[in-house]
């Protein structure tokens, strides 16, 4: 079993940066494959970035490549997405999600979720 919280959203100007965080609970957390996905009002639940178990292996989606970048630290339990250049279409409610078997970008396949923390991007 695994717990996932985020935290670090909030309201930030285009053009400017956000630093989410994901804290994990349970002994296997370095087991498991970790992503971020997103969710904007209307539109289905997207994946934004993943990084693998052992922390070498990560992929992003097309629209935030170059912009945000993922990384974990197994000793904190944590998984961190550094969001830079933001702008207005990476408003959303971004969700921590981890899975011990399956390390894909869809969103239905990941057994644990956080809450989701809420980001908005003015212009």
């Known amino acids: 079993q695994v717990q996932l919280v985020e935290s670090g959203g909030g309201l930030v100007q285009a053009g400017g940066s956000l630093r989410l965080s994901c804290a994990a609970s349970?002994?296997?957390?370095?087991?498991?494959?970790l992503a971020w996905f997103r969710q904007a009002p209307g539109k289905e639940r997207e994946f934004v970035a993943i990084?693998?178990?052992?922390?070498?292996?990560?992929y992003y989606a097309d629209s935030v490549k170059g912009r945000f970048t993922i990384s974990r630290d197994n000793a904190k339990n944590t998984v961190v997405l550094q969001m830079n250049s933001l702008r207005p279409e990476d408003t959303a409610v971004y969700y921590c999600a981890a899975d011990p078997s399956y390390s894909g970008t869809t969103w239905f396949q990941y057994d644990y979720w956080g809450q989701g923390t809420q980001v908005t991007v003015s212009s």
């Open positions: 990084i693998r178990w052992s922390g070498r292996s990560t």
């Open positions: 349970g002994r296997t957390f370095s087991a498991y494959s």
